[in-house]
């Protein structure tokens, strides 16, 4: 093992504070990376702040952090597709039982043995794993990603999160050129979906209840904006949408959307509100809609989204901030004062 820096929370009311963890030396299988940039993901709040703790409850000390990008340090002796200084990245998972149908299936988000990046049994060194908010992380090179190039990597980290999130519904949902495709809300998730449904060919609307966003989403790719506390406006566009991508995380009225569906069209849920939606199942019945979720994707999936990313030039918009001012942006996230996500520039961790 050694000692890595890292900045942890001891509680759910605690601020972060400067520490020192412990990484396991790198095994035959494993590439240890030093961490270059990571994004602040509302999970990271949720889970530090012990949110969702009915489903995943913290254990503390909390390391969060997994969207990753850094440079290879070190590779294990059977490791084939990396070498050191390699530019690679990590998202939410750094294990899977590797054997279960999902797995075969590169689903390995669906694993039930799967280990997340933090707040995860690990089964390494016992406890649980700690993320990204650290100057290294040693993982299992199956669980690593290529970084292209000719992309900017403070804005490539939220890829690895709200990027895939995003990008895997709606490539799944098929071809999408010409089709109406709308982003329910302008946030770190529907920012990412904007960029996504326009690189596929779509004609994009975004639906927020901030008029002011409007310029935003026109400059991040969306042909339209709809204002959807405007019944006028929303009336007018009622079943006219082949997909939507719903990316709000507060409890809304998911019917109102499902009204803007047309025959056979599909609603993805991307955001977790903490209270159940109400459903109207004559919503769903009169024109054959579907209402469905997605959960971020696997391995495979993931490299697919960052090549795309590099295909058509797109990052995440980012502000970079250092590492002690990570308390601040948690802060500014509660109140979505951040356009559109934070991302940790690790180097200074050095400072500490």
């Known amino acids: 093992m050694y000692q890595a820096k890292a900045y942890s929370v001891a509680s759910a009311t605690a601020p972060f504070t400067a520490d020192t963890i412990q990484r396991r030396e790198t095994t035959e299988r494993d590439v240890q990376i030093e961490i270059l940039f990571c994004g602040i993901c509302h999970s990271d709040l949720h889970t530090a702040r012990d949110e969702w703790s009915s489903v995943m409850p913290t254990t503390y000390p909390c390391i969060p952090g997994h969207e990753i ?24 998972m750094v294990d899977s039982d590797h054997t ?35 100057e290294s992380i040693v993982v299992d090179e199956r669980f690593v990603l290529s ?14 999160c709200a990027g895939i999130t995003t990008y895997s519904p709606i490539h799944r949902w098929g071809d ?35 008029p002011h966003k409007k310029e935003d989403a026109i400059r991040l790719g969306a042909h339209e904006v709809i204002i959807s506390s405007n019944a006028e406006e929303m009336g007018a566009h009622a079943g006219t949408f082949n997909f939507i991508l719903d990316t709000i995380a507060a409890d809304h009225d998911i019917n109102a959307y499902i009204n803007m569906l047309g025959r056979d069209g599909n609603i993805t849920l991307v955001g977790a509100p903490e209270t ?12 054959r809609k579907s209402l469905s979720g997605s959960l971020i994707g696997g ?12 295909e058509h030039n797109i990052t995440s918009d980012v502000e970079v ?22 991302s940790i520039d690790m180097a200074s961790l050095k400072a500490e």
């Open 69 to 92: 990008v850094g440079r290879v340090t070190r590779v294990g002796a059977s490791v084939t597709r990396f070498k050191k200084d390699d530019v690679v990245g990590v998202g939410c």
């Open 100 to 134: 279960c149908p999902n797995c075969q299936d590169g689903l390995e988000q669906f694993c039930p043995g799967s280990t997340f990046t933090y707040n995860s049994p690990d089964r390494h060194l016992g406890g649980v794993t700690y993320g990204g908010y650290s």
């Open 147 to 160: 970084v292209p190039a000719n992309l900017d990597l403070a804005g490539v980290a939220p890829l690895l």
């Open 176 to 210: 999408l050129t010409g089709k109406k495709v709308g982003i329910v809300g302008l946030g770190g998730l529907g920012h990412m979906g904007v960029k996504f449904a326009r690189a596929f060919g779509a004609h994009v609307a975004v639906f927020t209840t901030s």
């Open 276 to 287: 159940p939606l109400q459903v109207s199942a004559f919503a769903l019945l009169f024109g």
């Open 299 to 310: 391995i495979a999936e993931t490299q697919e989204m960052l090549d795309f990313c590099a």
């Open 321 to 342: 901030i250092p590492i002690q001012k990570i308390n601040e942006a948690y802060d500014r996230l509660l109140k979505s004062d951040v356009k559109y996500r934070f």
